[in-house]
């Protein structure tokens, strides 16, 4: 009789079993804001390998964009009320660690933090003499109305113009609306050569800098898809696989070799939208100048 329930346990739990190995997790990230728009491309292939890592323990994957292009506060929005997105990637700060369930797993190493300028080129005479924080203080930056970068910036006294638009940001700074386009330390090269704009470019004796970090970030009960992404980025970090991948991906290759940072003048600033648990005791996950 027990051999009898033990064989018809068996057989009942074949189906579970194999369902839970064949399932394939369908995931929805934002689509890229434009064509021109090659931002996503490294953090996709983060995502990628996150998942892969984990296909064993949580099954196979589909990575779907949405069917529409979208600001960041609406994706923000989207995923804090779980429609239509499954996870989105930004920069971190405590209200968006409030509103979504973070990884705090910088994907790029705290590159993020270190800001270059997009420029018009006429301009880089004025830029030669900038030597300290109240000399940038006088020129008007450009950011997106919704980026944490405007508020960091506004509250180390800096005038701010900003747009619900990231392609108007490229018109702006042409128009002169503003005076420099600080972009994350791997943004700027692919986003002026994708314009094949003669009038604009990269500013080549400042550095910007404060701590942040880039993570992913989704619904606060989709604990399931948090997990797995953490686990992803641990084994991904534990056995290189992310390292290789942050510095041998093309757009931080170029950005790492071209940048001159050490003949560039560095100006900090403080982040005041920082959380207190971010993970700056962990030196691995931190790209060291």
């Not at 270190?114 to 203080?137: C, G, H, K, P, S």
Request: hydrophobic share 40%; net charge negative; aromatic share 12%.
């Amino acid at each position: 009789m027990r051999s009898l329930l033990w064989s018809l346990l068996l057989v009942f739990s074949l189906p579970l079993a194999a369902e839970e190995v064949t399932r394939t997790e369908l995931v929805h990230y934002p689509q890229r804001v434009t064509e021109w728009d090659t931002r996503n491309e490294y953090f996709l292939d983060v995502l990628r390998l996150a998942l892969d890592k984990t296909r064993a323990e949580y099954g196979d994957y589909v990575l779907e964009p949405t069917s529409q292009p979208m600001p960041q506060s609406r994706a923000i929005r989207l995923l804090a009320d779980n429609q239509d997105l499954d996870v989105l990637w930004s920069m971190t700060s405590r209200q968006r660690e409030a509103q979504l369930l973070p990884v705090r797993i910088p994907l790029l190493k705290g590159l993020m933090g270190y800001r270059l300028f997009i420029i018009r080129a006429e301009d880089q005479a004025w830029f030669d003499n900038v030597r300290t924080l109240d000399q940038l203080r006088e020129l008007r930056a450009g950011q997106g109305h919704d980026w944490p970068d405007t508020e960091i910036l506004r509250a180390n006294g800096f005038h701010v113009e900003t747009t619900s638009d990231y392609e108007d940001l490229f018109e702006m700074l042409e128009a002169g609306r503003f005076d420099f386009f600080p972009r994350a330390l791997n943004e700027p090269w692919n986003e002026v050569a994708a314009r094949n704009n003669d009038h604009l470019t990269v500013e080549d004796k400042l550095l910007l800098y404060y701590p942040t970090a880039s993570y992913f970030f989704v619904n606060r009960h989709n604990k399931e898809l948090a997990e797995r992404l953490e686990k992803g980025l641990e084994a991904a970090i534990a056995d290189g696989s992310f390292d290789e991948l942050f510095f041998g991906h093309p757009t931080n290759a170029y950005a790492l070799s071209h940048a001159s940072l050490d003949k560039r003048r560095m100006i900090k600033l403080v982040n005041p939208l920082l959380p207190a648990e971010t993970p700056l005791q962990r030196k691995n996950l931190w790209w060291q100048r």
